[in-house]
């Protein structure tokens, strides 16, 4: 079993930045962020393995950068150039072997 809890979310105007942080309650090989918006499916934001391999989702490669540091067995998400349609709940999720183990959600709007 994995405890996750999520921090960091707020609102940001069009451009802005947030770091978004997630605390584990142990090591797991791949960690990573989703973000879902009401009436859509959980969709990927990024990824990343124990050694430090990252995935990207399309729509936030270049802005977003997933980092973790595993002597805290925390994970981070720092968001850059924010846009209107990155306005979602934010979840990380630890892989315990094939079972996802999922925070509370944290809300990111970005608005005017």
């Known amino acids: 079993q994995v405890q996750v809890v999520e921090s960091g979310g707020g609102l940001v105007q069009p451009g802005g930045s947030l770091r978004l942080s997630c605390a584990a309650s142990?090591?797991?090989?791949?960690m990573g962020w989703y973000r879902q918006v009401p009436g859509r499916e959980r969709e990927l934001v990024a990824i990343?393995?124990?050694?430090?391999?990252?995935t990207y989702a399309d729509s936030v490669e270049g802005r977003f950068v997933i980092s973790r540091d595993n002597a805290k067995n925390e994970l981070y998400l720092e968001m850059n150039n924010l846009e209107v349609e990155d306005t979602a709940v934010y979840y990380c999720?630890?892989?315990?072997?094939?079972?996802?183990?999922w925070g509370q959600g944290t809300q990111v709007t970005v608005s005017s």
């Open positions: 142990r090591t797991v090989f791949t």
């Open positions: 999720v630890a892989m315990w072997g094939s079972e996802p183990h």
């Open positions: 990343i393995t124990l050694g430090g391999g990252a």
